[in-house]
């Protein structure tokens, strides 16, 4: 059976600051990231042994955990491609990003309204949850999420394309409890190019997704 594994970082823990410190780097992924991938692996082989043994008594609490860490994975791994230590600004066609400028204005007005209502997201999402640009696969529109710890509220077939992790652990030790002052520093570290790229790849996967009749 295939298990899950830990990617390496694309940068050095240090990469990101002053915005997010190496201590929060390293803590967040060798800790808390490896956590979720082997919370993942340990929920995919007790799946197999009630298969093999035809008990199901904890299915309900096996599939919340799958989905729990599995999603968890899943996002940090966004979460860490999405950024770059000489990141931030905005989408430009002189980048290779107006495509997805152009997408951005669409979906929201303006880059400005979009950044607002993406950071407001991120930063009120009750406990432990993420802010999600996503591009959502029926209408060809980008939409914004707030999932409440890793897969809750979120649009079924929507295909993250930028997420800001808003758990206390991606954080605190740096920003102590001022949410809002992490999530504007965020913005300082986009990666607008891998944004841009996943954007091409969510388009080019809908019709897979979502067969026509």
Known sequence: MATYTLPELPYDYSSLEPVISGEIIELHHDKHHAGYVKGANDTLEQLAEARDKDQWGS?????????????GHILHTIY?????????????????????????????GTFARFKAQLSKAAATTQ????????YEPVTGRLIIEQI???????????VPILVFDAWEHAFYLQYK????????????????????????AAKERANNLLLAP
Do not use: C
Not at 59 to 71: M, Q, R, V
Not at 128 to 134: D, E, I, K, P, T
Not at 188 to 196: I, K, L, P
């Open 177 to 200: 409890n001022q949410k809002v002052d992490f999530i504007e520093a965020m913005w300082r570290v986009v990666n607008w190019q891998d944004v841009a790229k996943r954007y091409t």
């Open 127 to 134: 406990g432990s949850g993420w802010g999600v640009l996503a």
């Open 80 to 108: 860490w491609q999405n950024m770059t230590g000489d990141g931030g600004g905005e989408p430009l066609e002189k980048d290779g990003t107006g495509e997805l400028a152009d997408a951005i204005a669409e979906s929201f």
């Open 148 to 158: 409440y710890d890793h897969q809750g509220n979120v649009g079924q077939g929507s």
């Open 59 to 71: 299915i309900n609490g096996l599939e919340k955990n799958l989905a729990f860490h599995l999603s």
